[in-house]
């Protein structure tokens, strides 16, 4: 079995920077892809920004140029650095991960949430 576990949320004035890590624990797996989703409140979870371990990327429109997304494979560890924020971004952040297990077999994980609040 494979946790997620992220870090980095926290209250931010607009215009302002966070960056968001979720690290990847367990043993017989090797990533596929790893991203980063939202939930405001009222609002459905939506994708923010995806990366394959190749690092090819995704991103939802409203982020493009202010999120970058990396994957450090050898520390399982999923970046989101955000730049430029906006009072919009403020939700729950959630890593999620797809998995190749050792038999060959596919399998996802969610993390916990992150709170990011951008507020002056």
């Known amino acids: 079995q494979v946790q997620l576990a992220e870090s980095g949320g926290g209250l931010v004035q607009p215009g302002g920077s966070l960056r968001l890590s979720c690290v990847a624990s367990?043993?017989?797996?090797?990533?596929?892809?790893m991203g980063w989703y939202r939930q405001a409140p009222g609002k459905e979870r939506e994708l923010v920004a995806a990366?394959?371990?190749?690092?090819?990327?995704n991103y939802a429109n409203s982020v493009k140029d202010r999120f970058t997304i990396s994957i450090d494979n050898a520390q399982n560890t999923v970046y989101l650095q955000m730049n430029s924020l906006k009072p919009e971004d403020t939700a729950v952040y959630y890593c999620?991960?797809?998995?190749?297990?050792?038999?060959?077999?596919?399998?996802?994980?969610w993390g916990q949430g992150t709170q990011v609040t951008v507020s002056s």
């Open positions: 990366s394959t371990s190749g690092g090819s990327t």
């Open positions: 367990g043993s017989g797996f090797e990533i596929n892809a």
């Open positions: 999620n991960a797809d998995f190749e297990a050792d038999d060959g077999m596919d399998f996802g994980s």
